[in-house]
T-cell receptor
Framework: AQKITQTQPGMFVQEKEAVTLDCTYD???????LFWYKQPSSGEMIFLIY??????QNATEGRYSLNFQKARKSANLVISASQLGDSAMYFC?????????FGQGTELSVKP | KAGVTQTPRYLIKTRGQQVTLSCSPI?????VSWYQQTPGQGLQFLFE???????NKGNFPGRFSGRQFSNSRSEMNVSTLELGDSALYLC???????????????FGDGTRLSIL
């Protein structure tokens, strides 16, 4: 069975600085996809970035990038130039058929 | 392009009642998945529908059911409500079909269900 682990329940970062949110995964499938979502306090889940297991390069989307280390089974999210609006819960997830398996989430707080 | 629409946003029910939640996916998306989110259990998968057929089911009792219509809209029903059913219910859509494992699921704003 697939599993996602996020070991940081909460993180603080100063505005305009970069922050890394950790995610490790476990799967026996050679082909898999990893996703990061942001959930503000209002509740909606916002898709941020995707990394495929066969992708040669780390994924990037604007201020978001993935530090993908396949051998270590880690897919850490890097947010550059943090903004106050980045304060939210962040979830790492893996697709297993038609469902997403989520980690426990990391609550990020950006300080002014 | 309109996003995933869930109705209602908030709902208050009492124990023993039943409830129906609605989800309209992004236009062109044929796969709809439902999730329950609680502080204690986190995000848990309920079921997935594709082309009006339930394709996957999570580990929830039979009180939780769903269906999908020909226009891909989906409904989720919970019967004989219990206090523990209080949660945020999220619906997500994706294209489905071939290459589904690489497709992100796009979520609605959720329905907050409170059981008194």
């Amino acid at each position: 069975a697939q599993k996602i682990t996020q070991t940081q329940p909460g993180m603080f970062v100063q505005e305009k600085e970069a922050v890394t949110l950790d995610c490790t995964y476990d799967t026996s499938d050679p082909s898999y996809g990893l996703f990061w979502y942001k959930q503000p306090s209002s509740g909606e889940m916002i898709f941020l970035i995707y990394q495929g297991s066969y992708d040669q390069q780390n994924a990037t989307e604007g201020r978001y990038s993935l530090n993908f280390q396949k051998a270590r089974k880690s897919a850490n999210l890097v947010i550059s130039a943090s903004q106050l609006g980045d304060s939210a819960m962040y979830f790492c997830a893996m697709r297993e058929g038609g469902k997403l398996i989520f980690g426990q989430g990391t609550e990020l707080s950006v300080k002014p | 392009k309109a996003g995933v629409t869930q109705t209602p946003r908030y709902l208050i029910k009492t124990r023993g009642q039943q409830v129906t939640l609605s989800c309209s996916p992004i236009s062109g998306h044929r796969s709809v998945s439902w999730y329950q989110q609680t502080p204690g259990q986190g995000l848990q998968f309920l079921f997935e529908y594709f082309s009006e057929t339930q394709r996957n089911k999570g580990n929830f009792p039979g009180r939780f059911s769903g269906r999908q219509f020909s226009n891909s809209r989906s409904e989720m029903n919970v019967s004989t409500l219990e206090l523990g059913d209080s949660a945020l219910y999220l619906c997500a859509s994706s294209l489905g079909g071939a290459g589904a494992s690489n497709q992100p699921q796009h979520f609605g704003d959720g329905t907050r269900l409170s059981i008194l």
